[in-house]
């Protein structure tokens, strides 16, 4: 039996890896699981009645790109947060979370080829695993560019040579960044958008931690590009309920950008989608429509932020996250950190070379760990503290 060679040099999956690391040990304590970023804050108790509501909507195939009420929600969703109009019928289409959509939209939107040559996508590194297999899927380079300490944990595609860019078909960017909390600026985002401009490439913003955040929501990229008068087949972005509602198992989330580049997502969707069911369709719309939980799930967030702060804050290296709820960790060996914290006090974490990938010889998630702040207060008070006490003891 042959296979595909373009997925032959795959590096088994974090997930796979974490277990074969860790559970041939014996946990220290109590489990404490801070790896994966599952949120565990309570959803909005109305969101089981909605569903149940419209659940003879289980009984019809469901609308292909999105119900009209599910459309109109993400569209008033994206004009209260970003303040950029966007047509229903047009331009949003709803997704089966956001790995389907960032999937689908290089099958959807990448050349097969450019300058006469192999196409390569931008991704940072560490990055979300799904943007290196879709670019594979459609016979890219996948070029992983470090976003480290000294890139402000964002990627300096500015800094690549011009023979990578002039076959740059598109760009991924995750803001505020899985896993270190950075968030792209203004004028970030109105630098890629110059440079996608002058390149001739399209920006794939993976935006769903954009509700989770410190202090000042996170500019979007939509927005800088609506307001410097970009190209709109320029960007496409990404957003999800996984995280903003704690509704990971719904999966239910949005692609949007120009008209064009939504049909043609539209037309892969006719053929090799699924459309989420309709009651799931149309709670989801009603969650759109509320910030209030947004509001109170955000703050529990934020005492979190302070909680690690307060126990690590004078950690060598340790930066307080801007966004998302996770913590990118300085250690000396990874996977040996990992073992330790798991063997001496039944903490799980995720070594960061887990989420990275060698470029130019170096794995830029080796040196750090990354911890999951997604369980309740007290719970994840202690995980931190003990984090301290075995890895930094003062």
């Known amino acids: ?19 074969a690391l860790l559970d041939v040990h014996e946990g220290g304590g109590e489990p404490i699981h801070m790896t994966i970023g599952e949120p565990k804050h309570a959803f909005p108790a ?10 003879a909507g289980f009984n019809s195939y469901p609308p292909n790109d999105g119900a009209p009420a599910l459309k109109e929600a993400i569209c008033g969703f994206v004009s209260r947060r970003y303040g950029v109009p966007l047509d229903a019928e047009s331009q949003v289409m709803a997704l089966n979370g956001t790995r389907e959509g960032l999937y689908n939209a290089v099958m959807a939107l990448c050349p097969e080829t450019k300058a006469g040559g192999k196409p390569a996508i931008l991704m940072p590194n560490p990055f979300y695993q799904v943007y ?62 110059e440079l996608a401009e002058k390149y001739d490439f ?22 800088v590009a609506h307001e410097t008068g970009a190209d709109p087949d320029r960007v496409v972005i990404f957003h999800s309920l996984s995280k903003r509602s704690n509704l990971p198992g719904l999966r239910s989330g949005f692609v949007a950008s120009s008209a064009e580049n939504i049909t043609q997502i539209k037309q892969l969707r006719n053929y090799a989608g699924s459309p989420l069911p309709l009651p799931i369709q149309l709670a989801s719309a009603a969650v759109w429509n509320d910030e209030e939980h947004v509001i109170e799930n955000r703050a529990m967030y934020v005492e979190k932020y302070d909680i690690a702060d307060r126990v690590l ?82």
């Open 1 to 19: 039996m042959v296979y595909p060679e373009r997925f032959s040099n795959l590096p088994a999956h974090a997930w796979p890896r974490l277990r």
């Open 46 to 55: 109305w969101v089981t009645d909605k569903i149940t509501e419209h659940a």
């Open 132 to 193: 290196m297999i879709a670019s594979l899927s459609v016979a890219a380079d996948p070029v992983m560019v470090p976003a480290t300490t000294e890139s402000g944990h964002l990627p300096d595609y500015h800094s690549l040579p011009d023979g990578i860019l002039n076959r740059t078909t598109a760009a991924f960017i995750c803001s505020p960044a899985n896993p270190q909390g950075a968030v792209a600026s203004y004028e970030y985002w109105r630098g890629l958008i």
């Open 202 to 223: 399209r920006i794939f913003a993976d935006e769903c931690y954009s509700e989770i955040y410190r202090n000042e929501a996170p500019v979007g990229a939509l927005q």
């Open 313 to 394: 804050g004078n950690v060598p290296g340790y930066a307080s996250p801007e966004a998302g709820f996770f913590l990118w960790l300085p250690v000396k060996s990874d996977e040996e950190a990992a073992v330790k914290l798991w063997r001496e006090t039944g903490v799980r974490v995720l070594p960061g070379g887990y989420l990275a990938q060698d470029w130019n010889g170096e794995n830029p998630g080796q040196g750090y760990i990354r911890a999951a702040m997604v369980a309740p207060k007290a719970e994840t008070a202690r995980g931190i503290e003990l984090i301290r006490d075995c890895l930094y003891p003062q």
